[in-house]
């Protein structure tokens, strides 16, 4: 069987480094990175989001501030209050919860944010210098898949990646941060033909499509790395993209939905926090 990777345990040891960061920093400047999350609307999944980085944020130590604005807030007004987070140097990340509401067009709120407070690491420029290969503030679920793959020293260069989905907040960040680590990497999507014999032929998958067994232990060369970022709901339960029962036989490692790549996304937050108060892009 291979081995598995526990997000949730890789997390706690990640966000104790973190704790301790903070620590310092405080120690060291007499202030603690401050994060602003702003909400807009009700949607529950939405609200448990915000409140699971309200609670990591303070259990690191850090400052919070969660703002919720009702369904109704008008673009301007939105703008208008990360403008003031922007100039407002107590705050050191900005975080908007996407979706925003229709009403509300989010191309020009990730825009507004200072991209040296874009924790999210969504803001074009954030995401060109990532292309790059220049410091950047990486977005959360990617950067948590390379600690992941870092934890466990597992070797990138020269391997085939398949990156099965390519969103702009998983698929295409991950594809550029296995390639910047030497990785051949494929970019799959719904339009891919003969995924199987992609997938057969990749030393790493990365599943980001959202729907349940869209990866299955036929499609799944033996020996490789299975990273499960989806999240789907059936029958009740909480599963991934992957089957895996099936695959966990044939992979050397493979993540677990829960417990997987979900928990080292608010780690990789709290990391993005940090690095926005030391200020990694001005240096
Ligand atoms: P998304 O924006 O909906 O993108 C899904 C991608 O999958 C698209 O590129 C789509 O292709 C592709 N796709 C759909 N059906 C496919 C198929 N049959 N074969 C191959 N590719 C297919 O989703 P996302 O935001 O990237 O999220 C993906 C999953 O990860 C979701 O389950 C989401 O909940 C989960 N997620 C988890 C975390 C976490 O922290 N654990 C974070 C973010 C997302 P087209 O581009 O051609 O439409």
């Known amino acids: 069987m291979g081995e598995i990777i526990s997000g949730k345990e890789l997390s706690l040891k990640v966000r104790e480094e973190v704790r301790l960061e903070v620590e310092e920093?405080?120690?060291?400047?007499?202030?603690?990175?401050?994060?602003?999350?702003i909400l807009v609307g009700e949607d529950p999944a939405s609200q448990s989001y915000v409140k699971a980085k309200h609670k990591a944020c303070l259990n690191a130590?850090?400052?919070?501030?969660?703002?919720?604005?009702?369904?109704?807030?008008?673009?301007?007004?939105?703008l208008e209050l990360i403008d003031m987070y922007n100039k407002d140097s107590d705050v050191h990340g900005i975080l908007v919860q996407l979706p925003l509401?229709?009403?509300?067009?989010?191309?020009?709120i990730i825009d507004a944010i200072d991209i040296a407070k874009d924790v999210d690491g969504f803001h074009p420029l954030n995401i060109a210098y990532m292309h790059l290969g220049r410091k950047?503030?990486?977005p959360a679920t990617p950067k948590g898949i390379m600690t992941m793959l870092k934890s466990k020293n597992i070797e990138l260069k020269g391997k085939d990646a398949i990156v099965v989905g390519r969103s702009n907040i998983v698929g295409k960040p991950v594809a550029m941060l296995l390639l910047a680590?030497?990785?051949?990497?494929?970019?799959?999507?719904?339009?891919?033909?003969?995924?199987?014999?992609?997938?057969?032929?990749?030393?790493i998958i990365v599943a980001a499509v959202g729907r349940a067994n869209t990866i299955t232990a036929d499609m799944v060369k033996e020996g490789a790395v299975v990273i499960d970022v989806g999240v789907n709901r059936v029958d009740g339960?909480?599963?991934?993209?992957?089957d895996f029962d099936a695959i966990k036989d044939k992979a050397s490692f493979i993540t677990?939905?829960?417990?997987?790549?979900?928990?080292?996304?608010i780690t990789s937050l709290l990391q993005n926090t940090i690095e926005c108060y030391k200020g990694i892009l001005k240096i």
């Open 25 to 37: 920093l405080k120690g060291l400047y007499g202030a603690v990175p401050h994060l602003v999350v």
């Open 256 to 265: 677990p939905v829960p417990g997987g790549v979900g928990p080292m996304t």
């Open 181 to 203: 680590e030497h990785a051949t990497v494929t970019i799959a999507h719904s339009r891919t033909l003969n995924l199987k014999e992609k997938c057969l032929r990749a030393d």
């Open 101 to 108: 509401p229709k009403h509300i067009n989010e191309d020009l």
């Open 237 to 242: 339960k909480l599963v991934g993209d992957c």
């Open 136 to 138: 950047a503030i990486l």
């Open 61 to 78: 130590g850090m400052k919070s501030t969660v703002v919720i604005k009702e369904i109704s807030t008008t673009q301007d007004t939105l």
